[in-house]
């Protein structure tokens, strides 16, 4: 079975950090744009940040400086490294490819960041 396995959320105080991990179960990241989206409770479903085959990297405004993602090469995960949290970034963080229409449908991983 082919799948996209997310880690590494949790609860942290505003200010803290932590860094997410996607991991390929069943295939190997084979060259198309990746990324982290989030879902908060009663919100869509919204790109964080993406990764291009060539390392080039996209950044929503609310996560831009605080937020880097990274990938060794196309066998290893794909991380989040998410510092300076604010409570506002409490979701469900996902990974997906970019685009896709079914970004927030998996399981995801729970990032809460209390005040």
């Known amino acids: 079975e082919m799948r996209l396995v997310e880690s590494g959320g949790g609860s942290v105080q505003a200010g803290g950090s932590l860094r997410l991990s996607c991991t390929a179960s069943?295939?190997?990241?084979?060259?198309?744009?990746m990324g982290w989206y989030r879902q908060a409770p009663g919100n869509e479903c919204e790109l964080v940040s993406r990764i291009s085959s060539d390392g080039s990297t996209y950044y929503a405004d609310s996560v831009k400086g605080r937020f880097t993602i990274s990938q060794d090469n196309l066998q290893s995960p794909i991380y989040l490294q998410m510092n300076s949290l604010k409570p506002e970034d409490t979701a469900v963080y996902y990974c997906?490819?970019?685009?896709?229409?079914?970004?927030?449908w998996g399981q995801g991983t729970q990032v809460t960041v209390s005040s």
């Open positions: 997906a490819a970019v685009p896709s229409d079914y970004a927030c």
């Open positions: 069943g295939f190997t990241f084979g060259g198309s744009d």
